[in-house]
């Protein structure tokens, strides 16, 4: 480990790969540019594995053979792709090639095991080539890669490395990914080349599949430090060596390309005005570390100890729980021990996700390239029978059919027409998907009724029902801990159970032991999963509705809180102690009002959860009224409980969710709830578990919750969505302890609530200019432009605002790393606890807001610390929604410039409260005022991130500056779907419409054309 730059740490890397690592090193001259291959290795491998078949090409083609042989190659890897190539061979004058060999699933092949020591994995530094990027001269830019991985000559992987000690870390390797590669380089192009981009430094790891420029999502590819994210400090190591000592090495990396990586392929249908268009989206698929961590260890675990265990699989949502189950299944349905016999005949995978079969069947049909791999059993218990005993590899069933899969798997001789079926021997693995158990919560209770009592599938059945932990006693604890102990496993059944909560009597049975010593086997945290960015931390935001009541009357004289219209409305109706549901509705619909409808560009919708399935008859009908007598418009509810509901109080009365949501199905609820007209979801024992809607931003509790089904429920709120940058809950019925104390098992938080007092605002204000970094001047600067009156900064704003935060990042570079943690610490601590605060006092207007969208824009352009933590908390897109809601709720002055009033939200009621009217310039608002419709901000974001997508269109740059405004606007015309498909996720409402609609889509057209035009010969002219 000795030496600091980044060239002795990619030597070291160099060192590991080649040494133990079973890979062989290449000059970067081997590399051909033109074909991206390393074209000796390629035909050197083909010459050596299938010498045969070179043979007889040779005897044909004589001294064309290799160039004939590397150009159908590189034929097919642009139809096809690596993967499905080094997979599935390639064709070259009627015989077969096949371009790497995979370990075989037994011994019993002597030649295929050695056809796999034939492979040839090759590390090359300094790959150069020339890239399709211009320099500022118009020149072509000089590529070099610091690392590119090949298997048989072909580029599968390549890896920008940094170190700390030079002043750079993985971040600077992402943003170098991002600005300075271009997937238009074939050794970049999507699926046609390398497959997975890594950025690299000693502490940290991250990864992409596909490289679209600014848009490139990288992942951490990270082990998790003390539960959280991040790498745990190794001795005499650097951190992240498990990627090159374990990850990368010969034999991993060939396993990870044979049985994990995969193509997910979404199709989806839209309407245009010409008919329906099938759109469809890839995805390259490389497993995050924990989700390869955890099928490695489960397979090799069932494979030295064979069948009769139990594993729980603790991982969080946002854990990619669908994939794992793919490749465990996939992996458990081909493993064989060391006599080579297979460990288990048949796998059952239960799971309540429909999407889960489908992706189950085209994941494995990618690693196996044949049929009849998966079966799904749709029609009774023979069908389930008949599938085991004849050994279907994977089987996947529903939550309903569970009870008779015990009753199947114990009785199959004799089931249904009395034929004898021989399953003597015969071992099953089963893995049991709670994780979308069941959205009305009865499958689960009506499962509990029909299962034994005891044993596994009781446990089965407890997890997935309402029953809690809290409701066991310490006697009963002791009982079923007692009954498990004895109870006779069955040896010829494992049980791999995939759950992010589990209750006591599913970590009591699935008993086998993982790290710590007990269950569960394999943990992915919620901790990890909300420092790595793939959940919200619902809790961040969390109050009772007193603290909340406390709090407002703390400022409600307070000279530093401006008092807006909408604030008195919410103090007028607040009182201590809320006893009837209309005190309870006036508060959640004038704080949704107040704080929710803004946020997330004009698209946040909120939950109510209550009590009973009468409560939710009654919330739901005083929430109308009160919308009703208010004259409010733009917040629309609905309504979710099962069966019919009469009123004691009203004789004679009966609801159903149906009748209550004006006559809507109860299956497409989800699907009508995504619509922008309906904001509010009311639910009585629905919709708490497995629904994912990423919208959601605020959740109104008016129901006791405990333990598990505390966690479940506000976990509705921790989907990610563009621009979502906070959650927010207000409890009405829980303690703040015990909601704290049901999530500690899962995620150990700091209630926010105890900090929570306006003083420490300004305690915090006064600390963070205390260090000097930055002065009131340098936030007021900033303001002035963050704050004009239009909706999109110029380049002259963005320059203005850049370099007033430059001057203050140059600062804070002087100062040490102890002290820039401490100030980055502080930074932190008042965003989060203004995000906090703000939710409950109108601050708009204030110097505190002020310093807030300062600091926001500031913290993203420090350098991160080195602790695995998400890149940008704020990204563009949320920084913009932010800026859009101070506009919307009036909290950015509008003094500066002139600008035309944006019709729509305010005027109609959805904006909320603007006492002076926002003026907003936007494509949006003329769209609005010719066609009557209520489009948001969120919508003009979509208008917004076309136009910077045609700028950054080389050949719509080049029409824009060769042909008059008239030509461009035709040749704009036609590449106008695939930029508006491009963006259609999140945007399906304004999608339909302007792939509908003639003369609305004709109307966008037009604006942005004339957008375009202008800005492209604007930066021309400036050029």
Avoid at 279 to 297: C, G
Avoid at 323 to 330: F, G
Wanted: hydrophobic share 40%.
């Amino acid at each position: 480990m000795s030496g600091h730059t980044e060239h002795d740490f990619e030597a070291a890397i160099e060192a590991g790969l080649i040494g133990a690592g079973g890979y062989a090193k290449r000059a970067p001259a081997a590399y051909d540019e033109a074909l991206a291959l390393f074209p000796d290795d390629v035909t050197g491998f083909l010459k050596d594995s299938q010498a045969a078949k070179w043979g007889q090409l040779e005897a044909l083609l004589g001294a064309k053979t290799e160039a004939t042989v590397l150009d159908s190659l590189t034929k097919e890897l642009d139809i096809k792709g690596t993967l499905h190539v080094l997979r599935h061979g390639f064709k070259c004058y009627g015989k077969t090639f096949r371009p790497a060999y995979f370990r075989p699933n037994s011994a019993m092949n002597p030649e295929a095991a050695q056809n796999y020591a034939r492979n040839r994995l090759t590390i090359t530094r300094q790959v150069a080539f020339t890239s399709a990027m211009k320099k500022a001269d118009g020149k072509n830019r000089r590529c070099i890669i610091d690392v590119t991985l090949a298997v048989n000559g072909l580029p599968v992987a390549t890896a920008e490395l940094k170190n700390p000690f030079t002043n750079q870390r993985a971040a600077d390797a992402v943003r170098q990914y991002c600005d300075a590669r271009d997937e238009r380089d074939l050794l970049f192009a999507f699926k046609k080349r390398a497959l997975v981009h890594f950025a690299v430094d000693p502490d940290e790891v991250w990864m992409t599949t596909r490289l679209k420029g600014k848009e490139t999502v990288f992942l951490p590819f990270n082990r998790s430090n003390s539960h959280g994210a991040g790498n745990p400090a190794v001795e005499g190591n650097w951190k992240t060596h498990y990627l090159w000592d374990e990850v990368l090495q010969a034999d991993s990396l060939l396993d990870i390309l044979q049985r994990f990586m995969h193509l997910e392929v979404k199709e989806r249908q839209v309407k245009t005005d010409k008919g329906a268009r099938t759109i469809t989206k890839e995805t390259m698929v490389f497993p995050r570390y924990h989700q390869l961590d955890a099928v490695r260890k489960l397979v090799s675990h069932a494979q030295a100890n064979g069948s009769g265990r139990n594993y729980l699989v603790q991982h969080s949502a946002g854990s990619g729980k669908s994939n794992s189950i793919a490749w465990l299944a996939h992996r458990l349905s081909s493993l064989h021990d060391a006599n080579d016999e297979k460990v288990f005949h048949s796998v059952v995978v239960v799971t309540d996700r429909r999407v889960l079969d489908q992706q189950l069947q085209n994941t494995i049909y990618q690693f196996e390239h044949k049929t009849g791999v998966v079966e799904k059993i749709d029609e009774d218990t023979q069908q389930l029978v008949r599938a085991l005993s004849s050994g279907t590899p994977i089987v996947i069933t529903t939550i309903q059919k569970f009870p008779f899969i015990a009753q199947a798997l114990a009785t199959l001789e004799k089931k249904g027409s009395a034929v004898k079926i021989d399953t003597a021997g015969k071992r099953f693995a089963v893995i049991v998907d709670e994780a979308h158990s069941s959205q009305s919560g009865e499958t689960a209770t009506a499962l509990r009724g029909m299962l034994n009592r005891e044993g596994i599938e009781a446990a089965i059945a407890a997890q997935m029902s309402d029953e809690e932990d809290d409701d066991l006693s310490e006697e009963a604890k002791e009982a079923i801990l007692r009954a498990s102990l004895k109870r006779a496993r069955q040896p010829n059944l494992s049980f791999f159970a995939f759950t992010a909560t589990p209750k006591f009597k599913t970590k009591t049975l699935f008993d086998e032991p993982g790290p710590s010593g007990t269950s569960p086997f394999h943990e992915y945290t919620m901790r990890q999963a909300i420092e790595e960015g793939f959940i919200m931390d619902v809790l961040q935001n969390y109050t009772t509705y007193k603290r909340f009541f406390g709090l407002i009357k703390q400022v409600e004289n307070d000279p530093e809180v401006p008092r807006k219209q909408a604030a008195k409305a919410l103090t007028r109706y607040l009182e201590l102690h809320p006893v009837n549901i209309e005190q309870v509705v006036s508060v959640i619909v004038e704080h949704f009002r107040l704080y929710v409808m803004h946020e997330l560009g004009g698209r946040a919708k909120a939950m109510v959860v209550t009590g009973s399935r009468l409560a939710a008859v009654k919330y739901k009908l005083a929430f109308d009224r009160y919308i009703k007598d208010h004259g409010y418009s733009g917040i629309r509810s609905l309504v979710a409980f099962s069966g019919s509901v009469e009123d004691p109080d009203d004789p004679g009365s009966s609801y159903t969710e149906v009748s209550m949501n004006d006559g809507l199905a109860e299956s497409e609820l989800p699907e009508a709830f995504e619509r922008d007209d309906y904001r509010v979801l009311l639910v009585a024992e629905k919709y708490q578990t497995g629904f994912d809607q990423p919208l959601l931003q605020t959740m109104y509790v008016v129901k006791r919750l405990a333990g598990v089904q505390a966690v479940q429920t506000l976990s509705r709120l921790n989907r990610m969505a563009p621009g979502k940058a906070r959650t927010f809950v207000l409890d009405f019925a829980n303690e703040e302890d015990d909601i704290y104390k049901a999530f500690r098992p899962y995620y150990e938080a700091t209630p926010i609530g105890e900090n929570a007092d306006p003083h420490r605002l300004s305690e915090l204000q006064h600390k963070v200019l205390e260090w000097a970094i930055f002065s009131p001047d340098d936030v007021n600067a900033f303001a002035e432009v963050w704050y004009r009156g239009k909706r999109d900064h110029s380049a002259t704003d963005h320059r203005l605002m850049n370099a007033a935060l430059d001057i203050v990042l140059q600062r804070f570079l002087e100062k040490d790393e102890g002290e820039q943690d401490e100030f980055r610490g502080q930074l932190t601590a008042y965003r989060n606890l203004y995000a906090f605060l703000s939710q409950i006092i109108p601050y708009q207007d204030s110097e505190l807001e002020k310093l807030y969208a300062f600091v926001r824009n500031l913290i993203a352009k420090l350098p991160l610390p080195g602790d695995g933590r998400g890149f940008a908390l704020d990204d563009e897109v949320a920084l913009r929604f932010f800026r859009l809601q101070q506009m919307t709720e009036g909290s950015i002055n509008l003094d500066y410039g002139e600008a035309d009033p944006l019709k729509g939200p305010t005027d109609v009621g959805t904006g909320g409260f603007s006492e002076d009217g926002v003026t907003l310039s936007s494509l949006v608002a003329k769209l609005n005022e010719r066609f009557g419709t209520d489009f948001t901000g969120a919508d003009q974001l979509f208008f917004d991130q076309i136009r910077a997508s045609a700028e950054e269109d080389e050949k719509i740059v080049e029409a824009a500056k060769a042909n008059t405004l008239a030509n461009f606007s035709s040749y704009l015309e036609r590449m106008l779907d695939e930029l508006f498909i491009d963006r259609m996720e999140g945007n399906e409402e304004i999608f339909s419409r302007v792939m509908t609609d003639k003369e609305f889509r004709s109307a966008a057209h037009e604006h942005l054309a004339m957008e375009i035009f202008k800005r492209v010969r604007d930066r021309k002219t400036a050029e």
